[in-house]
């Protein structure tokens, strides 16, 4: 998908007006992928939304999910393509940590729902150091995911999609990266 491209794909809730909530980030997600073209990315928490949009582009999907049978549910909505390219791990799995800790990856996005709440601080903290972008997912002030907890990395621009609710934000070492998101106003 092409910078240019990022506005007309509708099928993740792009149109902007009928938004359910589940796929606020849909956008700030397609203009990343134009952006940056990514061949690997990791996703704490999959979701009927992002984890098909992601494997619309990406070649490498990895999904860290708590809730068991979250992953069979979001995989009924997967062509079996897409199923070849994403792999879902738990935090009990041995995979977990070989796959969190030695590899880099494109961008991490970080979104969950209620059984992830007050843990996606951490995360973030323990992603900074496998990718140089982090998105987020609900962090508008909702004082349970603990967001207002979250402090800059030194060197790090943060952007707030702000156009829909719940809010995406944009953690990067890359400022130009955070430009062109802002410019694109995804």
Same mark, same amino acid.
């Given at each position: ?49 992002? =984890?098909?949009? /992601?494997? @619309? $582009? ?9 809730? +068991?049978?979250? !992953? ?60 140089? =972008?982090?998105? /987020?997912? @609900? $962090? ?9 907890? +979250?402090?800059? !990395? ?33």
């Amino acid at each position: 998908m092409q910078e240019d491209e990022v506005e007309q794909d509708t099928r993740y809730g792009g149109d902007g007006v009928t938004m359910d909530g589940y796929s606020s980030h849909a956008p700030v997600l397609r203009a990343l992928c134009a952006i940056l073209d990514p061949q690997s990315v990791l996703e704490f928490g999959a979701g009927f939304g992002s =984890t098909p949009l /992601l494997l @619309d $582009t990406v070649p490498h999907v990895v999904s860290v999910e708590l809730n +068991l049978d979250w !992953p069979r549910k979001v995989a009924e909505l997967l062509t079996d393509s897409q199923k070849d390219r994403w792999v879902v791990i738990t935090p009990a799995s041995e995979l977990f940590h070989a796959s969190t800790t030695t590899q880099r990856y494109d961008f991490i996005l970080v979104d969950g729902g209620r059984a992830m709440d007050r843990a996606p601080v951490a995360m973030v903290c323990m992603a900074r150091q496998l990718a140089a =972008t982090l998105i /987020l997912h @609900d $962090t508008e002030e909702r004082k349970s995911y603990g967001w207002e907890r +979250l402090m800059m !990395p030194e060197g790090w621009t943060r952007w707030d999609s702000t156009k829909r609710i719940p809010w995406t934000t944009v953690l990067s070492c890359d400022s130009d990266l955070i430009l062109k998101l802002k410019n694109l106003n995804p």
